[in-house]
């Protein structure tokens, strides 16, 4: 089955105890993404992927880094991690760069950090 | 720059009434759009999206949408709603011009459907 898969689904950490998020698709696809959704403010960027061993940040990357040493998978990691991180994460990803690709996602991660 | 307005962030229909829920967008240029719909606990999924063509989107589920340029909307509308349409809905945008990585979000809209 053609899916983004993330894990953990939950996780409860607390302050400045180092985490990674795990994302992976079994599509090909070339571009893959990060996002926080926190109530109200919707769906914000966090870092993308066009390629292997390319990332860049998007909206709202700090205190976050990613890495993409394989096409399929692209984890995020926090360092130190702080409340204001608690939030819900998606991974994404698309075939490929055009604009019009349409993105998956996969099913989340609530973090929730103490 | 993009930016997407969803207006109500919550919406409540009773089952059978019409669905409307509304987006609309700033772009210095026709851009794309999309729906997504993300039921409780789970992902975003794409119900519609347009790009090219025929302004009325036809997608998933009985949903679709109209681009309006001159309204600069995409409203999305089902006209009889069931209870399994109870989710968050988000409105999405990218600029045909700037690249891959330019989808923006609105803030969403919580549909309740009243039995």
């Known amino acids: 089955e053609a899916q983004v898969t993330q894990n953990p689904r939950y996780l409860i950490t607390v302050t400045g105890k180092k985490l990674t998020v795990t994302c992976s698709q079994n599509m090909n696809h070339e571009y893959m993404s990060w996002y926080r959704q926190d109530p109200g403010l919707g769906l914000r960027q966090i870092y993308y992927?066009?390629?292997?061993?390319?990332?860049d940040k998007g909206d709202v990357p700090e205190g976050y880094k990613v890495s993409r040493k394989e096409k399929r998978n692209f984890p995020l990691i926090l360092e130190s991690p702080s409340p204001n991180q608690t939030s819900l994460y998606f991974c994404?990803?698309?075939?490929?760069?055009?604009?019009?690709?349409?993105?998956?996602f996969g099913p989340g991660t609530r973090l929730t950090v103490l | 720059a993009q930016s997407v307005t969803q207006l109500g962030s919550h919406v409540s229909v009773s089952e059978g009434a019409l669905v409307l829920l509304r987006c609309n967008y700033s772009s210095s240029v026709p851009p794309y759009l999309f729906w997504y719909v993300q039921y409780p606990n789970q992902g975003l999924q794409l119900l519609l999206k347009?790009?090219?063509?025929?302004?009325l989107v036809k997608g998933i589920n009985g949903f679709e949408a109209e681009f309006k340029k001159s309204e600069t909307s995409f409203h999305l509308t089902k006209p009889s709603a069931h209870m399994s349409d109870a989710a968050e809905y988000f409105c999405a945008v990218s600029d045909p011009q700037t690249g891959a990585n330019n989808l923006f979000f609105g803030t969403g809209t919580r549909l309740t459907v009243i039995p």
């Open positions: 994404a990803s698309k075939p490929g760069l055009a604009s019009a690709d349409t993105q998956y």
């Open positions: 992927s066009m390629n292997v061993e390319v990332t």
């Open positions: 347009y790009t090219t063509g025929a302004t």
